[in-house]
Nanobody, 115 residues
């Protein structure tokens, strides 16, 4: 069983920054692909960024150059640094990974970008 707990969401103004954290159980962070998805109201859940065990990263076009995914293996935690936030970044952000063929999701953290 894998547990993922996100934190760090909140209400910010356009142009500001937030850092999301995803604390994982066990050592899954260092050995598996870790990803962030987001789901805006009335829309499908979409991939934001992922990070592989060999530090390969990939980002959605909409966040390239503004968001950075990283991890701290010692803390079993994955981060999403979000800079220059825009109102269209408003969504619930989810951390996810897959182990032994099972997809695991955190509970999500709300990010609201509004003036």
């Amino acid at each position: 069983q894998v547990q993922l707990v996100e934190s760090g969401g909140g209400l910010v103004q356009p142009g500001e920054s937030l850092r999301l954290s995803c604390a994982a159980s066990g050592t899954i962070v260092s050995a598996n692909i870790m990803a962030w998805y987001r789901q805006a109201p009335g829309k499908e859940r979409v991939l934001v960024a992922y990070l592989t065990s060999i530090d390969t990263t990939n980002y959605a076009d909409s966040v390239k150059g503004r968001f950075t995914i990283s991890r701290d293996n010692a803390k079993n935690t994955v981060y999403l640094q979000m800079n220059t936030l825009k109102p269209e970044d408003t969504a619930v952000y989810y951390c996810t990974t897959q182990k032994a063929g099972v997809r695991y999701w955190g509970q999500g953290t709300q990010v609201t970008v509004s003036s």
